[in-house]
C-alpha cells in the first residue's frame, strides 16, 4: 500500500526553529520527525511513501539520497506551487500513479494510531474516504467531525467555535482514500480537503470516521515540539523510546526531563530542564534552561537563562549573565 505523506508546509509558527529546514526534518529524541512517521507506516506495511514537498524539498532529498527512510521506499514528488491539501495530495496521487487504496497523513503528527484497524474500518464501511478521529478538551482549534451510530460523517466543521462544536473528536490527520476521490479534486488551483474535498463527499455519503483512543500529538508550535520530544524520552509515547542524552554534562551540572543532542556540552553548575538541545551546543557554567529550545551550535554564557519557552535559533549566541524568557531568537518574521 502506497501513504501520501504532507510535508509542504512552511512550519511559520515554528520560526526561528524551520528557518532553515522544513518541520519535517526537525530532531524528535534524536531522529527527524519525518522517520517516526515513516516508521510508524511501516510497522503497518505501507511498502511505499511518496512524500508532498514544497518548502525545503532538498532537505529531504540531501537526507535521504537513497530514497529509503525507516526502512520504507520513498517518492519525492515537489508541488510546482502551493496547491492546498487536497491539491497536494490530486498532485502526488497523479504523479505516484495511485490506483489502489491509498493513505494520506499529514506529516507533523505523531500518533500510536492502529492504521490496520483504520484501514479494515474503512473496507468494512464500503468508505470512499475515511478519516480518523481523536478526541480533544479544545476542539476549536481543529476540524470537527460528527458522525452518526454507522461511523458515516455527517458533517464537517473547520475550527468552530469552542462553544458552539458539535462534538469533541476532531479531524486526527490520518485518512485512507480510494481512487475515486482523486477525481474529485479541482486541478491546477488551490484546494481545502477539510473545506471542498470532505464537505463533498459527506454530501455523497461516502465519508466515514473511526475514533481512536491512543496517542496523538500535533507539533505544530515550540511547546508541543518540546512535549513530542520529552513523551519520546519519558516513555509517555507507548513503543517509542529513545537515549535522551548523547552530549557530554558535567559531573555537577543538572538535566531533568530534557533530550541533549551529540556533541553538545553541559557545564558544572548548569541547569536544564524540560528542554531539547540539539546538537553541537555549549550551556555554560551555572547556565539555566528550562522549557526551551536550542537549535545547534547555540552557545550559552556562563549564568545566563533560557526560560519561559524560549527558542534559540541555529549559532546564536546568549552573553553570559543574560536572561531571555519567551522570546524567539531571532524573532519570527
Known amino acids: 500500500m502506497k501513504a501520501l505523506v504532507l510535508v509542504g508546509g512552511f512550519g511559520t509558527r515554528l520560526r526561528p526553529l524551520t528557518l532553515s529546514r522544513p518541520k519535517q526534518m526537525l530532531p524528535i529524541a534524536g531522529s527527524p520527525m519525518i522517520e517516526w512517521v515513516v516508521g510508524r507506516l511501516g510497522d503497518f506495511?505501507?511498502?511505499?511513501?511518496?512524500?508532498?514537498?514544497?518548502?525545503?524539498?532538498?532537505?529531504?532529498?540531501?537526507?535521504?539520497?537513497?530514497?529509503?527512510?525507516a526502512g520504507v521506499a520513498l517518492r519525492y514528488v515537489t508541488?510546482?506551487?502551493?496547491?492546498g491539501t487536497a491539491g497536494a495530495v490530486r498532485f502526488a496521487a497523479v504523479e505516484a500513479g495511485v490506483d489502489e487504496t491509498f493513505l494520506v497523513l499529514n506529516g507533523d503528527v505523531l500518533t500510536n494510531l492502529d492504521i490496520g484497524a483504520l484501514i479494515q474500518f474503512h473496507r468494512d464501511a464500503g468508505a470512499e474516504g475515511t478519516i480518523a478521529l481523536q478526541r480533544?478538551?479544545?476542539?476549536?482549534?481543529?476540524?470537527?467531525?460528527?458522525?452518526?451510530?454507522?461511523?458515516?460523517?455527517?458533517?464537517?466543521?473547520?475550527?468552530?467555535?469552542r462553544d458552539e462544536a458539535p462534538t469533541d473528536f476532531i479531524n486526527a490527520g490520518t485518512y485512507v482514500l480510494e481512487p475515486s476521490v482523486i477525481d474529485?479534486?479541482?486541478?491546477?488551483?488551490?484546494?481545502?480537503?477539510?473545506?471542498?474535498?470532505?464537505?463533498?463527499?459527506?454530501?455523497?455519503?461516502?465519508l466515514y470516521a473511526?475514533?481512536?483512543d491512543t496517542y496523538w500529538l500535533d507539533t505544530g508550535t515550540p511547546e508541543l515540539?518540546?512535549?513530542?520530544?520529552?513523551?519520546?524520552?519519558?516513555?509517555r509515547r507507548q513503543g517509542a523510546s529513545a537515549v535522551a542524552v548523547q552530549g557530554d554534562v558535567a559531573d555537577s551540572a543538572r538535566v531533568v526531563e530534557s533530550v541533549v543532542g551529540t556533541g553538545s556540552t553541559i557545564a558544572s553548575g548548569a541547569s536544564v530542564s524540560g528542554s531539547v538541545i540539539m546538537n553541537e551546543v555549549s550551556v555554560g557554567v551555572d547556565a539555566v534552561v528550562a522549557d526551551s529550545i536550542l537549535m545547534d551550535g547555540v552557545v550559552v554564557g556562563a549564568g545566563a537563562e533560557i526560560v519561559d519557552g524560549?527558542?534559540?535559533g541555529a549559532g546564536q549566541h546568549i552573553e553570559a549573565g543574560r536572561r531571555v524568557a519567551a522570546e524567539r531568537i531571532p524573532p519570527p518574521e
Not at 511505499?48 to 537513497?66: H, K, M, N, Q, T
Not at 508541488?79 to 496547491?83: G, M, S, V
Not at 515540539?225 to 516513555?235: F, K, P, Q, S
Open 79 to 83: 508541488e510546482p506551487e502551493p496547491l
Open 210 to 212: 473511526m475514533a481512536a
Open 310 to 312: 524560549s527558542v534559540i
Open 184 to 206: 474529485t479534486i479541482p486541478e491546477g488551483r488551490q484546494v481545502s480537503i477539510e473545506r471542498e474535498t470532505f464537505p463533498a463527499l459527506v454530501e455523497r455519503g461516502s
Open 225 to 235: 515540539y518540546i512535549r513530542a520530544n520529552l513523551d519520546v524520552i519519558t516513555g
Open 45 to 69: 506495511g505501507v511498502d511505499e511513501v511518496v512524500l508532498s514537498l514544497g518548502y525545503r524539498p532538498d532537505a529531504f532529498v540531501e537526507a535521504y539520497p537513497d530514497q529509503v527512510c
Open 136 to 161: 480533544v478538551d479544545d476542539p476549536s482549534a481543529f476540524g470537527v467531525v460528527p458522525t452518526d451510530d454507522d461511523g458515516r460523517v455527517v458533517a464537517f466543521v473547520e475550527k468552530p467555535p
